[in-house]
C-alpha cells in the first residue's frame, strides 16, 4: 500500500525569517493522523533567510539529519562542534543524554534551504555525537546513495535505530529500483522536482507512506529531481 502525503496537506509555520513546512506534527502544529511513521519522527522543511536561524536551543534522545539542497547552514553546538553544511553534505547529531545547538543561515546574501529530519533513537541515554560526510552529485545521479544506516557502511553516516537512508537525483526516465523486505516499510520523500512511485506521480515536497509492498520503482519526472528513501521497521 502507498499513501500519499500531498505537500499542500502539511503544517506550515511562517514567521518571516524562516519559512517551514511539516510532514508530522512539530511544534504548535498538531495532527494526530500524522505523528511520524515507524522511527520517522520529523522532515521539515525549513527556508531560512540570510544572516538568520535557530539560536542555541536543547535536544534529548533524538537522532538527526540535516540535508542541505540550497545555501549553507552553520551549525554549533555544545559538544565543540562548528560546522558549515552545503548541497551534498548530510549531517547527524545524536542528542542522547543532551545536546544544545544553533542553526544559522551561514550567508549574509542568500537563502538557505534544508530538510531537518529527526529519527527515534533505538535507545536512550547515548553519549551525544557529531558526524557530517559530504556525497557528490555523481554519487546519488540515476542510483541510490545509501547515506545513513545504523553500521555506517559503504561511507554513510551511523544512526543509532534499525533504519537506513537513501539520497539519489534522478532525469527524465531514469529509474531506480527498491526491494523491500517482509518485514519493512518505507517512507519517500520528494525534496525536489517530480518522479513518479510505481506510477504515482510525486511532486516537490510530496511523501509517501510504504507498507506491505516489496517492489519499488522511482522514475524522474523532471530535470531536477531528487529524493530520498527511508528503509525502516514496519
Keep these: 500500500m502507498i499513501t500519499i502525503r500531498p505537500a499542500s496537506d502539511r503544517g506550515v509555520a511562517n514567521f518571516g525569517w524562516l519559512d517551514s513546512r511539516h510532514s508530522f506534527s512539530f511544534?504548535?502544529?498538531?495532527?494526530?493522523?500524522?505523528?511520524g511513521f515507524s522511527s520517522l519522527r520529523v522532515i521539515n522543511e525549513d527556508k531560512v533567510q540570510p544572516g538568520q536561524g535557530f539560536g542555541a536551543h536543547g535536544h534529548r534522545d533524538m537522532e538527526i539529519i540535516s540535508y542541505v539542497l540550497d545555501g549553507a547552514l552553520e551549525h554549533k553546538d555544545s559538544i565543540g562542534?562548528?560546522?558549515?553544511?552545503?548541497?551534498?553534505?548530510?549531517?547527524?547529531?545524536?542528542?542522547?543524554?543532551g545536546?544544545?545547538?544553533?542553526e544559522f543561515n551561514f550567508s549574509q546574501?542568500?537563502?538557505v534551504h534544508f530538510l531537518q529530519i529527526w529519527i527515534l533513537p533505538n535507545r536512550s541515554g547515548i553519549e551525544?555525537?557529531?558526524?557530517?560526510?559530504?556525497?557528490?552529485?555523481?554519487?546519488?545521479?540515476?542510483?541510490?546513495?545509501?547515506?545513513?544506516?545504523?553500521d555506517g557502511r559503504?561511507?554513510?553516516?551511523?544512526?543509532?535505530?534499525?533504519?537506513?537512508?537513501?539520497?539519489?537525483?534522478?532525469?527524465?526516465?531514469?529509474?531506480?529500483?527498491?526491494s523491500l523486505k517482509?518485514?519493512?516499510?518505507?517512507?519517500?520523500?520528494?525534496?525536489?522536482?517530480?518522479?513518479?512511485?510505481?506510477?504515482?506521480?510525486?511532486?516537490?515536497?510530496?511523501?509517501?507512506?510504504?507498507t506491505n509492498e516489496?517492489?519499488?520503482?522511482?522514475?524522474?519526472?523532471?530535470?531536477?529531481?531528487?529524493?530520498?528513501?527511508?528503509?525502516?521497521?514496519?
Design 81 to 97: 562542534t562548528g560546522a558549515v553544511i552545503y548541497p551534498g553534505d548530510v549531517q547527524r547529531m545524536s542528542a542522547g543524554t
Design 128 to 150: 551525544p555525537g557529531y558526524e557530517q560526510i559530504h556525497f557528490s552529485s555523481e554519487d546519488k545521479q540515476g542510483q541510490l546513495r545509501l547515506v545513513a544506516s545504523s
Design 99 to 102: 545536546i544544545r545547538h544553533s
Design 214 to 234: 516489496v517492489a519499488l520503482e522511482l522514475t524522474g519526472a523532471s530535470d531536477d529531481a531528487e529524493v530520498l528513501l527511508f528503509d525502516l521497521a514496519a
Design 182 to 210: 517482509p518485514d519493512r516499510a518505507a517512507w519517500v520523500q520528494v525534496a525536489r522536482g517530480a518522479i513518479t512511485l510505481n506510477g504515482q506521480t510525486l511532486a516537490a515536497g510530496d511523501g509517501a507512506a510504504i
Design 27 to 35: 511544534g504548535s502544529y498538531y495532527d494526530p493522523e500524522h505523528m
Design 154 to 178: 559503504d561511507g554513510s553516516v551511523t544512526i543509532h535505530q534499525d533504519a537506513e537512508l537513501y539520497a539519489s537525483t534522478l532525469k527524465p526516465g531514469d529509474t531506480v529500483s527498491y
Design 109 to 111: 546574501s542568500d537563502p
